[in-house]
């Protein structure tokens, strides 16, 4: 009988064993756990004007510091082999892995060439899963939204000086909620855990205070 076997084989976990399969898809990369272990790269475009550029950002996945963009007339391979040089001589004693998604630049056999050369690794994104990059993705819809849109630059020119300014400021002043509220270029440095130890410090100082406050009014009180 059909339900004989069904139960059979129910019993004997064969009908679950497609179900119980790990996957690591949905899951990311393992999340670094210092600095300029994961380098993530990614285009985006930038109206300027009715003419597009493209912003090509390297992100730390680490501190969230933006290591360093350029705003590009061309995406092509060599646009992104640029500007991942000009990142690698701003720290030339690191060898990330770089995180990207397919794009045709990431995935040319000179970009791979250039990789190798370089003492880096490189990782790709799964086809039609872009939220290993999710990171930079976030960032870019960030600066758009913040720098780009509310006061559209008239020309090239301007808009690189505008995103060079808010690049500074997010690296520099804004703080990230990601890594604790502290500011990527804090984070960068290691300076996490001494900024938040001091802010825990405070905030019991401030609690000891409310508490020797609310004594003295009931002692008055009394």
Known sequence: ???TVYRVLKAAGRLDRKSASSSSKGQG???PEKPHQHWHIDISYINVSGTFYYLITILDGFSRYVVHFDLRESMTEVDVEIVCQAALEKHPEVKPRIISDNGPQFIAKDFKAFVRFSGMTHVT????YPQS???LERYHGTIKKECIRPKPPRDRNEAAKQISSWVDHYNEVRLHSAIGYITPADCLCG???????ERDRKLEEARMRRRESSKATLAIAG
């Open 191 to 197: 300076l996490a855990d001494t900024i938040h130890a």
């Open 133 to 135: 990059n999710g990171k």
């Open 125 to 128: 994104t799964s086809p039609y």
């Open 29 to 31: 990369f393992k999340q």
């Open 1 to 3: 009988m059909p339900s």
